[in-house]
């Protein structure tokens, strides 16, 4: 059965290094036998259709390919369009309100627990907040992920230690789920 998934790269084409152009991106994708490929911005984003693997060894069918190709690694989540769309659906916080830039989802490789995050005080980063869902995290930051304390308490290597974590605003979050419905 062929499932349509997307891919998320992290940490490339940022601040001039780790480039991935994404048409080799795409020709990569369909020589590991994908289909429908298609990339969405230069952060990061494939969206394929596959009839073979799940989503873990479809990341690392993926990351070693672009390992090969470019010669540096990527970490990379696969996630399916019905994961996708439950984030979407699930987000904690009152999206339809809000700007895009405001709020953002952190992909996980694994699931995450409220005891990877006890040493946050949220309270301290107030209005800013964070609620955590299947495998992803969502983030309110009224005032853009540029200027977040929390995120950068979120991001710190000992909370991630041992996950893949790679962030999304909520644009790209919804252009995920129209993407992969197809």
Known sequence: MTTTYAALLRGINVGGGRKVPMAELRTLMAGLGHDGVRTYLQSGQAVFASDHGDEESLADELGQAIEQHFGFPVDVIVRDHAYLRAVAEDCPFPAADLEARQLHVTYYSSPVDAERFAGIDQGAHLPEEFRLGD?????????????????????????????IATTRNWNTVLKLVELTAR
Do not use: I, M
Not at 140 to 163: F, T
């Open 135 to 163: 495998r992803a995290l969502y983030l309110y930051a009224p005032n853009g992920l540029g200027r977040s304390k929390l995120a950068e308490q979120l991001s710190r290597p000992r909370v991630n230690k041992g996950l």
